[in-house]
């Protein structure tokens, strides 16, 4: 039994019965919380898992296996599994969209469609400006409870809400600090680019114009090589406008996950 943890979200009345639940990736530096307010406006069920719940109560040895963006997938294929899931409409953000894409490219029959949400599928060109704040992440352990906000906060273009981001760098405190550098570690030297093109699901390439994180540049990647994709940029977002703007955010996929 795999230990990825999830929140269920029923969503709105179903417009098409027939289509599948969707399956929603956080970004590493967010958390399963983030997808709250767009999941509540699908009209499918959703499951948005909890990446940091793999390393719970376990020691390097335990959450090793799972300590990379393929490891990732195969927990996320286990939890499909698990729920009686066979196909699932999958959203993914920054680390979230690369295990999005393995999953994709792995097991096409699992996946229907496909959003990516501020992501890319290799960390090529010029590092940004969230990348150094990575890099510090993970070569700087005493620095990683002051990093956790400014990551945080480098997630967005529109600041959260007091609240929402005391909730947010605290799930990020409390996770397993080299659980998070041994993934961040593994996705800057995984590079998708040679499988893209056997992605068969449909796919929407989201990113914020204030992206800290990833490039025109990478979007630009993915929809050249993807066989069927389109990208949208949405004008003064960040890295995550799901939490920005999920009226806006939630508009587009939907769009995208009813289209025939």
């Not at 999941?39 to 300590?67: F, M, T």
């Not at 196909?87 to 699992?110: M, T, W, Y």
């Not at 990093?147 to 529109?158: F, N």
């Not at 993807?226 to 939630?250: C, K, N, Q, W, Y």
Request: proline share 7%; net charge negative.
């Amino acid at each position: 039994m795999t230990r990825l943890d999830h929140s269920f979200h029923p969503g709105t009345a179903p417009t098409d019965p027939a289509r599948p639940p969707v399956l929603l990736l956080h970004p590493w530096f967010g958390c399963h919380q983030m997808w709250a307010r767009l999941a509540e406006r699908l009209d499918a069920p959703s499951y948005a898992v909890n990446w940091y719940s793999l390393a719970n109560g376990l020691d390097k040895e335990g959450w090793a296996a799972s300590a990379s963006p393929h490891g990732l997938a195969r927990a996320a294929l286990s939890l499909l599994d698990e729920l009686g899931l066979e196909q699932v409409d999958v959203i993914g953000n920054s680390v979230g969209g690369v295990v999005s894409q393995i999953l994709a490219a792995e097991h096409p029959e699992r996946v229907r469609r496909l959003v990516l949400i501020g992501t890319g599928a290799a960390l090529s060109g010029p590092p940004t400006a969230f990348g150094a704040l990575v890099g510090r992440w993970i070569e700087q352990p005493h620095e990683r409870e002051d990093l956790a906000g400014l990551l945080v906060d480098a997630l967005v273009a529109i600041p959260f809400s007091p609240a929402d981001r005391e909730d947010y760098v605290g799930a990020v405190r409390a996770a397993d600090a080299e659980f998070l550098a041994a993934v961040l570690t593994a996705a800057r030297c995984t590079d998708l680019r040679p499988v893209l093109s056997s992605i068969r699901a449909s796919t929407l390439v989201l990113r914020g114009e204030h992206d800290a994180a990833r490039t025109r540049d990478h979007v630009a990647e993915l929809v050249a090589a993807l066989p069927d994709a389109r990208a949208v940029e949405l004008a003064g977002r960040g890295h995550s406008p799901m939490v920005e703007d999920p009226a806006l955010t939630a508009s587009l996929i939907l769009e995208h996950l009813r289209a025939r």
